[in-house]
């Protein structure tokens, strides 16, 4: 668990987030849950509002992945995000709960949602990995994980949540630079490259060439590996070649002890 405090308002969270810290909401809401809700604008994005509830993405704490060699994965986006309800989404989330038997302890006191998103940039899904239902202290009032899989292929553009996706993923495109810098983690140098062609085509590689130098250096490690695996055997046949002759000169010797001996003791008994 990773304890955060926000300076401005002075709220403590604990929220684990893996390899990216996220602090979600560092401002109480007003009483009524269909009041305005302000959050700060250099932290929270706002995106939109429905009738029903507002959303926002934390700009400071998005990042991206890190696997377990510690590299950046630039196709994976991890996102924390905010959504503020009216009083009807708040007797919507009761009612629901009440239906399927949950427990409605610290519910009476609702006023929204966190959610935290990976976004796999090359399958196009988004993979809610954990859900947040908030009380007015900004306080996790029940926690739920791995929460389902969305393809923003089947979300249309007049889709609110494929707008509020959308949204999400321009602003990691234009940021690019300053989400890297927060990761923790090291980029690959094929991915390295990647981002110098896109920064500086005119000074890089076409994507092509790009694909064919990556290619070729797979192939060259392959190779080398093979190459080594070939001289580690060879020098394991020369070993037991080796330790066999070393045998055989010592059973050798031994004989040769063994026949001198007897020839000494002939020559005493002469």
């Known amino acids: 668990m990773i304890q955060i405090q926000t300076k401005t308002f002075g709220i403590v969270k604990k929220i684990g987030m893996g390899l990216c810290l996220s602090a979600l909401l560092a401002m109480p809401l007003a009483t009524q849950a269909e009041a305005a809700v302000s959050l700060p604008e250099n932290t929270f ?3 939109q509002s429905t009738s029903r509830q507002n959303y926002y993405f934390n700009m400071e704490q998005m990042c991206y992945r890190v696997d377990a060699q510690g590299h950046i994965e630039l196709n994976h986006l991890i996102v924390p995000t905010v959504r503020t ?35 796999d940039l090359d399958s196009k899904t988004v993979n809610i990995t954990q859900h947040d239902d908030l ?3 900004f306080g996790v009032i029940n926690s739920d994980k791995n929460c389902g899989t969305i393809k923003l292929a089947e979300l249309s553009d007049k889709d609110v949540e494929g707008k509020f996706y959308a949204a999400i993923l321009k602003y990691a495109d234009a940021h690019q630079d300053e989400l890297i810098a927060r990761t923790r983690g090291t980029l690959t ?6 981002l110098e062609v ?10 092509a ?3 064919a130098a990556h290619h070729n250096k797979k192939a060259a490690i392959e190779k080398a590996t093979k190459d080594l695996e070939h001289k580690k055997a060879k020098a394991q046949k020369l070993k037991e070649k080796a330790e066999a002759a070393a045998k055989a000169a010592e059973a050798a010797q031994a004989e040769a002890n063994e026949a001198a001996d007897k020839l000494a003791l002939l020559q005493i008994e002469a």
Not at 189 to 194: G, S, T
Not at 198 to 207: A, D, I, R, T
Request: zero cysteines.
């Open 209 to 211: 060439e790009l694909t």
């Open 198 to 207: 896109k920064k500086h085509p005119e000074k890089g590689l076409s994507q």
């Open 135 to 137: 009380d007015s202290n």
């Open 45 to 47: 994005h706002w995106v």
């Open 85 to 119: 309800y009216d009083d009807v989404k708040i007797e919507d989330v009761r009612s629901k709960r009440r239906w399927n038997g949950l427990s409605l302890n610290g519910f009476g006191n609702l006023v929204g949602a966190a959610e935290y998103l990976d976004i």
């Open 189 to 194: 140098h094929e991915d390295e490259l990647k």
